[in-house]
């Protein structure tokens, strides 16, 4: 029968995490510290013990014998909740993020320390989301989110929208642009500690897309937040729709929309053209196929309109032609590495003298000289 001892010393273990690291969790300093407690040096006091018992997040109940243990909270990979063909993230896309994993943790200690927590989704979700509820309400509570959110951060209807500037800057939320593949767009997580990440497919060659994929993934952060979601090229289910219409909300407000759409005639017209669509994704800096379906989607076309345009649109792109009456250079996502947000984030917190200059060296794991460089 393992001691308590010897079960907290496992816990460490399984979290990854080193003598050091705990030691600092717990306000202390040097990997002694645990060693002692894990040895039987130190008598374990009630105070570290429940410090410790958060920190490796199980109840302390569960450590005696006849408890039962309370769940661990999940990983970055194991909020498992998403619509793919495969049954999970393959091995070797988990083994190329895990790097990154390191670095998220480092950013998010850094922005708790300077004050740049994450958004509160809470503070927008004032209406529960039951799976229960018709489709078209569902997706009225996104988009009600979404207008709530531009509200809550002072974005007019009419302002255009900088996704990467909203979610990394106002919202503190990190953005990570690696290659997912062909197929996959994107996905959001949070790792134990509970910082969250949105990852997107930098190579995609549809700028459009990333900007849709980001607000998204955003998306799920204020609905689905304690799940993993894969964005991908396929079949939807109902939630995915309901994420999509905050995504297009944010992206673009329906009322502005509506009186931009009105305001340039197209209500009068016959037949709404390939070159009016353009015009209007240009100007949102949507797709051509979003466009589309955010104007069906508010009756501003017939079915059989989007039809014509759906099918143009998609013969183009089968065709390579991005140029489908506009361009994209506009649209194109340009996010920092985690790497250099975690450094401009260390270069401030030294600013201010929240971290000294060997906590910046080990975080940004550069020598003084390096850093002398920069500073």
Known sequence: MKTIIQKLKQLRTEKGLSGDEVAKLLGKSGNHVISRIESGETNLNLEVFDKLCRIYEVSPASLFEHAKPLSKKKGFFDRVSYRAEDAQISEDLKEKLRPFLKELRRV??????????????SEIYNVDLDANLPIEKQKDIAKAMAKQLRSKLGIDEDDELDIVDLISNKLNIPILGV???????????????GYPLIVFNENNK????????????LGHYF???DFLEI????????????????????????NYLRKYYDDLGFSLLDKV???????????FKVSFLMMTYVLKDLKKISWDDYRRLDNYCKEKLNEEKDEIGYTTPDYVVRVKSLKG???ELALEATAKQVIGIDELSK????SNEELARVL
Do not use: C
């Open 206 to 217: 549809f700028e459009g897309r990333k900007r849709f994929t980001l607000a998204h993934e």
């Open 108 to 121: 998010g200690s850094l922005q708790k320390k300077l004050g740049k927590t994450p958004f509160d989704h």
């Open 273 to 283: 053209k390939p070159s009016h669509i353009a015009m209007l994704a240009s100007k």
């Open 231 to 254: 964005d991908i090229d396929g079949e939807k289910d109902q939630r995915e729709y309901v994420i999509d219409a905050f995504a297009q909300e944010l992206l673009v407000p329906t």
């Open 363 to 366: 975080l940004t794991e550069m």
């Open 341 to 343: 947000r975690l450094l």
């Open 223 to 225: 609905l689905h937040n």
């Open 179 to 193: 290659d997912l593949g062909e197929s996959m767009w994107g996905f959001y997580s949070k790792d134990v500690y």
